[in-house]
């Protein structure tokens, strides 16, 4: 067979449809709130707390808002707080790129902005949905407790040779 042949023997075949992806549900307050206990029972076990705050998220399997999950951060962070080791320098940030309609929501950005522990353009201030996939939400919790680790981490000269200026 000629390749001349072969092409347009490719090319008239016809091809199977695409698959379309089935779009992916929102985070369900369920789901936020589960994961989010499990992370302050972490929390108070590590630092030796105790009696952390309820949570504002209600069990249901509705969809849980940005709003929700950044009051949510916000309570989370201020219960973490005193166990800081150390203060930095505030995150520069733009807060004219959130889009939240809360002003509760709003401070809670800012704060949360200004330590570094949300993503300053990312889904969670930013979007103009007011739910959030799974995806953006693992993302967004991920960053949040990794500077929870680095803040209630007490840094050494060793290993941390930029604290000697």
Known sequence: ????????????????????????????????????QRVEGAIADVNGAKNPPDSIIRNSNAPVTREAILLEYKRIFDFTHPFFSYEP????YNPAMFHLKGAAAMRAAKSLAGWGCINRVGALVTNQEDTIS?????????????????????????FSPYLEH
């Open 89 to 92: 320098n505030p995150a520069i």
């Open 134 to 158: 799974p995806a953006q939400f693992g993302d967004e919790s991920g960053l949040f407790l990794s500077r929870l680790a680095e803040l209630t981490h007490t840094p050494t000269i060793k």
């Open 1 to 36: 067979m000629s390749l001349a042949l072969l092409v347009v023997f490719v090319v008239g075949q016809k091809r199977p449809p695409a698959k379309v992806a089935a779009p992916v549900p929102p985070v369900t307050c369920a789901e936020a709130r589960d994961f989010l």
